[in-house]
């Protein structure tokens, strides 16, 4: 482990500040989520909070029916990461995701995008597809990941955006 160099009180109520250059570094903004945990050698670790990662068995068995249904890819990602993939896994499998896909998160949008040469779904990708279909997975109020699927084929329409949205209402249920 690292050393910071960074020493903090912790106040009467046993709160303590994560410094600011630590927090931009892990990805770590306000109202987010940490784990906080007591590892060996009398160590406290904070780590950020992955809901979506903590179903990786639902999210990679869902990404692998998803694609034996449409023979397209399937992908699932948190906030930062993509958690499961059903095709292509050594290009995306925990790799970060574009800041064009965290902003739809974000923005809880679902959608729906055609001839995309303009869109990557994980930072420093040139993959073009026909249709992109993204649906966050939203569970009180809150974004945390989204379900994609990314067809090289244009065949499957406004039917491949009620999939996705099918998939991140399932997997929304699970974080509930």
Do not use: W
Request: aromatic letters at 6%; charged letters at 30%; hydrophobic letters at 40%.
């Amino acid at each position: 482990m690292k050393s910071t160099g960074i020493v903090r009180r912790i106040d009467d109520l046993g709160r303590v500040v994560i410094p600011k250059e630590i927090r931009r570094t892990m990805k770590i903004k306000e109202g987010e989520e940490v784990e906080v945990f007591v590892a060996p050698e009398n160590s406290i670790v904070i780590k950020k909070y992955s809901a979506v990662s903590k179903l990786n068995e639902h999210s990679q068995s869902y990404s692998e029916i998803m694609y034996q249904v449409t023979q397209n890819n399937c992908l699932i990602c948190d906030l930062d990461d993509i958690i499961s993939c059903s095709f292509d896994a050594n290009i995306y499998k925990n790799t970060p995701i574009s800041n064009e896909l965290s902003k739809i998160i974000r923005e809880r949008k679902n959608v729906f995008l055609e001839d995309t040469e303009l869109f990557a779904l994980i930072k420093g990708d040139s993959k073009i597809y026909k249709e992109i279909f993204i649906s966050p997975i939203v569970s009180k109020g809150d974004a945390y990941g989204a379900v994609i699927l990314a067809t090289d084929k244009c065949t499957m329409g406004e039917n491949g955006l009620a999939l996705v949205k099918t998939a991140s209402g399932f997997l929304a249920k699970q974080i509930d």
